[in-house]
């Protein structure tokens, strides 16, 4: 079994994706992919919305200059490592990516609605998130 907390760091699955971005030929695209699968499905699956989730972080913290709550020391590495990737453009996608992954036909939201004690939680770190990026 693995680990997640509502913290985006605090997610086994993330961690894993961070990784695949990391070590990815063109992170850049791979990025933009993992919008791109948010936008164009019918039913929005725990890896691909976990991908969005992770990508949309990956483009805050290059932008914004956030930090996150645990955060790995390879993604952080990354980030001052990409500094001038042009993200930016990939703003406008993962702003509705994140829309959809607060939607209910998003299965990482509705595994989080099951969760009574942490869901607004979750929920907030996804919302704060969105709003830096708009």
């Known amino acids: 079994m693995g680990t997640w907390g509502h913290e985006i760091f605090q997610d086994d699955t993330n961690c894993d994706l961070i990784a695949e971005i990391i070590d990815s030929e063109n992170p850049l695209q791979t990025i933009a992919d993992s919008f791109d699968k948010a936008i164009d499905v019918a039913y929005f699956e725990h890896e691909e919305c976990c991908g969005a989730l992770v990508s949309a972080a990956i483009i805050d913290a290059i932008l914004n200059g956030t930090r996150y709550l645990e955060e790995m020391e390879s993604f952080r590495f990354f980030v001052e490592a990409n500094r001038n990737l042009p993200v930016d453009t990939l703003k406008p996608n993962a702003v509705k990516a994140l829309d959809r992954l607060l939607a209910e036909d998003s299965e ?27």
């Open 108 to 134: 990482l939201n509705e595994l989080w609605n099951e969760n009574e004690e942490l869901y607004s939680k979750w929920k907030d770190v996804v919302v704060q998130l969105k709003e830096r990026l708009q």
